[in-house]
């Protein structure tokens, strides 16, 4: 069975995606509630709640085929403040890198490094983050790559992630799972530009990785809709009016059309500010909007279920959050909402970690066993 340590681990969604076939050596976070909520989940016999800053290879057990790390976006998104890598939040990647060159000179190279961040992380900075981080995988001796991949392909939720993904030099690369050149699905002009941008020498150690399209996705956001919500509770008539008020007229059009269709219709909204006036912005396309940590009223997502002339509106459940990230029913959310919010607004989707172990990491460890073998024969 492989084994892998969750850095940033959040409630343990790249455990959850990973699955039953892999063995969690390590998981590590600084925020205890959110390790409460993996603690929960998991168990905390493997559990650090802690500074990444502060682990030391000594603390860390085995060598682990795959190192996963969703560090903090907040200063490599567009909706963030610019600090970028030098940023208190995600300039924690650098003391997580400290780590894994520790474990590496006491001869316990992870032998597949896979990162995940926001999107902005390909330009934050005018793409010298991305730099950065590439030139540093890549001098620790690894063939590196990226993907941008959507989670709508998977849920019913519009969630562009970059995953960036690097192999021990000393492993080979299976047929197949690269391709000569960038593939539009995963591939988009921002990284090929930021590509570009990266030394000869580190272009040489890049790789475009090509996993297959996953199947399609059928569900909708209806279908995760909780007819009875927990964690919640319907707004009033009055609050629903407001919000409607708050439309533009397009968006009022949308509702209209939604109630045109005599069907139970679901859609989310969000307030954003536009030309300085706060508005209301829905849609009923049966895909929710990016789920983001609730900084703010505007960053919570609101439902709007339509039945005919009846309009109703809620924030999203915890639940359904949970869902929309991928997550069974049977795990165990925080209590608050906004603890319950959080988490899966700064996790990863599940069935992305999945579709990434499947055809990416499976195929690497097959190859690397077989080479074991053939060197013990």
Same mark, same amino acid.
């Given at each position: 069975?492989?084994?892998?340590?969750?850095?940033?681990?959040?409630?343990?969604?790249?455990?959850?995606?990973?699955?039953?076939?892999?063995?969690?050596?390590?998981?590590?976070?600084?925020?205890?509630?959110?390790?409460?909520?993996?603690?929960?989940?998991?168990?905390?016999? +493997?559990?650090?709640?802690?500074?990444?800053?502060?682990?030391?290879?000594?603390?860390?057990?085995? +060598?682990?085929?795959?190192?996963?790390?969703?560090?903090?976006?907040?200063?490599?998104?567009?909706?963030?403040?610019?600090?970028?890598?030098?940023?208190?939040?995600?300039?924690?990647?650098?003391?997580?890198?400290?780590?894994?060159?520790?474990?590496?000179?006491?001869?316990?190279?992870?032998?597949?490094?896979?990162?995940?961040?926001?999107?902005?992380?390909? *330009?934050?900075?005018?793409?010298?983050?991305?730099?950065?981080?590439?030139?540093?995988?890549?001098?620790?001796?690894?063939?590196?790559?990226?993907?941008?991949?959507?989670?709508? +392909?998977?849920?019913?939720?519009?969630?562009?992630?970059?995953?960036?993904?690097?192999?021990?030099?000393?492993?080979?690369?299976?047929?197949?799972?690269?391709?000569?050149?960038?593939?539009?699905?995963?591939?988009?002009?921002?990284?090929?530009?930021?590509?570009?941008?990266?030394?000869?020498?580190?272009?040489?150690?890049?790789?475009?990785?090509?996993?297959?399209?996953?199947?399609?996705?059928?569900? *909708?956001?209806?279908?995760?809709?909780?007819?009875?919500?927990?964690?919640?509770?319907?707004?009033?008539?009055?609050?629903?009016?407001?919000?409607?008020?708050?439309?533009?007229?397009?968006?009022?059009?949308?509702?209209?059309?939604?109630?045109?269709?005599?069907?139970?219709?679901?859609?989310?909204?969000?307030?954003?500010?536009?030309?300085?006036?706060?508005?209301?912005?829905?849609?009923?396309?049966?895909?929710?909007?990016?789920?983001? *940590?609730?900084?703010?009223?505007?960053?919570?997502?609101?439902?709007?279920?339509?039945?005919?002339?009846?309009?109703?509106?809620?924030?999203?459940?915890?639940?359904?959050?949970?869902?929309?990230?991928?997550?069974?029913?049977?795990?165990?959310?925080?209590?608050?909402?906004?603890?319950?919010?959080?988490?899966?607004?700064?996790?990863?989707?599940?069935?992305?970690? +999945?579709?990434?172990?499947?055809?990416?990491?499976?195929?690497?460890?097959?190859?690397?066993?077989?080479?074991?073998?053939?060197?013990?024969?």
């Amino acid at each position: 069975m492989p084994d892998f340590y969750e850095f940033f681990a959040g409630g343990g969604m790249a455990k959850a995606g990973l699955g039953p076939g892999w063995s969690c050596l390590l998981a590590n976070d600084i925020c205890p509630k959110k390790a409460n909520a993996y603690a929960k989940n998991w168990g905390n016999e +493997h559990l650090i709640v802690d500074d990444v800053s502060n682990l030391i290879p000594e603390s860390i057990p085995g +060598h682990a085929d795959l190192v996963w790390a969703s560090f903090p976006c907040q200063d490599l998104s567009l909706a963030g403040n610019g600090a970028g890598l030098k940023g208190k939040r995600s300039g924690t990647f650098w003391g997580f890198w400290n780590t894994i060159r520790g474990l590496a000179q006491t001869g316990r190279k992870p032998r597949m490094i896979l990162l995940e961040n926001v999107y902005g992380a390909i *330009t934050s900075h005018d793409g010298n983050d991305f730099q950065a981080i590439m030139n540093t995988i890549a001098a620790e001796g690894y063939l590196v790559g990226a993907m941008v991949i959507d989670a709508v +392909h998977f849920v019913p939720q519009s969630r562009q992630r970059l995953f960036v993904f690097g192999i021990d030099n000393a492993m080979g690369v299976p047929a197949g799972i690269a391709s000569d050149v960038p593939n539009p699905a995963w591939h988009p002009a921002s990284l090929i530009r930021a590509f570009n941008r990266l030394s000869e020498k580190v272009q040489g150690q890049w790789k475009w990785w090509n996993p297959p399209a996953p199947h399609l996705q059928q569900q *909708t956001l209806d279908d995760l809709i909780e007819a009875e919500p927990t964690g919640v509770e319907w707004h009033s008539a009055r609050e629903t009016r407001k919000l409607l008020s708050m439309m533009t007229e397009i968006n009022r059009r949308k509702v209209m059309a939604a109630q045109g269709t005599g069907q139970l219709r679901v859609g989310t909204l969000y307030k954003r500010t536009r030309n300085g006036v706060q508005r209301a912005e829905v849609r009923f396309d049966g895909v929710a909007g990016c789920l983001r *940590t609730p900084a703010g009223g505007s960053s919570r997502q609101t439902i709007v279920v339509v039945d005919g002339a009846n309009v109703k509106s809620r924030l999203l459940s915890p639940r359904e959050a949970a869902r929309l990230m991928g997550l069974p029913d049977g795990y165990q959310m925080p209590e608050r909402y906004n603890d319950a919010y959080h988490l899966a607004g700064d996790g990863v989707v599940v069935p992305v970690v +999945h579709h990434l172990a499947e055809f990416l990491l499976k195929p690497v460890l097959e190859l690397y066993q077989h080479k074991k073998l053939e060197r013990a024969a």
